[in-house]
């Protein structure tokens, strides 16, 4: 079945340093990829997304590239700030049964450092 | 415009009672999916509905039930609760048609069973 593999965490960084969270899912058909993340006694915002294969989804100085060939999504931004502390998921849309389900990854908790 | 709105915040139950909780989706959002999280088990799908209909269903017992209503409103019910149903209840809202524009998240329901 379709899964989502994150490393596991605590990940945690001094600030401005360059992170990267690693994803790697196994999937039938060409799911969208999602990461997600959760700031303490909140739910999920949507953080950044693609859709097919070499696409790149960036917001807020978060990329992540779509490889279809490692079937990976690793999460990455270049100068990390305190306010980044969250837990991070990657999700895929489970397109095998073509309906609003989401498969996530255990989910990464980032520490940043001031 | 308004986000997904769950209701309530917070609930404390004892054992074998039951509860039912609200969400609310984004205006002319017709699907929501509700998803259970706890430390243990991560992220998982309960179920998901589109246009009052049930779509798509996780692996939980039977004393799980939802269903949504004409104005794409929806509601969960957890009977004859045990203390594993204790967790962080999320509803996710997505147009159901397609995945390309992601899903968004309530704040949650953070049930307690005691």
């Known amino acids: 079945g379709n899964s989502v593999t994150q490393m596991e965490g605590p990940v945690t960084l001094s600030e401005e340093a360059f992170l990267t969270i690693n994803c790697t899912y196994t999937?039938?058909?060409?799911?969208?990829l999602f990461w997600y993340v959760q700031y303490p006694g909140e739910g999920l915002q949507l953080l950044l997304k693609?859709?097919?294969?070499?696409d790149k989804g960036s917001n807020k100085g978060f990329e992540a590239t779509y490889r279809k060939e490692t079937t990976s999504f690793h999460l990455e931004k270049g100068s990390v700030q305190v306010s980044d502390s969250a837990v991070y998921f990657c999700?895929?849309?489970?397109?095998?049964?073509?309906?609003?389900?989401?498969?996530f990854g255990q989910g990464t908790t980032l520490q940043v450092k001031p | 415009k308004a986000g997904v709105t769950q209701t309530p915040r917070y609930l404390i139950k004892t054992r074998g009672q039951q509860v039912t909780l609200s969400c609310s989706p984004i205006?002319?959002?017709?699907?929501v999916s509700w998803y259970q999280q706890t430390p243990g088990q991560g992220l998982q799908f309960l179920f998901e509905?589109?246009?009052?209909?049930?779509?798509n269903k996780g692996n939980f017992p039977g004393r799980f039930s939802g269903r949504q209503f004409s104005n794409s409103r929806s509601e969960m019910n957890v009977s004859t609760l045990e203390l594993g149903d204790s967790a962080l209840y999320l509803c996710?809202?997505?147009?159901?048609?397609?995945?390309?524009?992601?899903?968004?998240f309530g704040s949650g329901t953070r049930l307690t069973v005691v």
């Open positions: 996710a809202s997505s147009s159901g048609t397609n995945t390309y524009y992601g899903y968004t």
């Open positions: 999937a039938t058909g060409y799911p969208s």
């Open positions: 693609a859709t097919k294969a070499d």
């Open positions: 999700a895929l849309s489970d397109l095998s049964s073509n309906t609003g389900k989401l498969i």
């Open positions: 205006s002319g959002h017709r699907s």
């Open positions: 509905y589109f246009s009052e209909t049930q779509r």
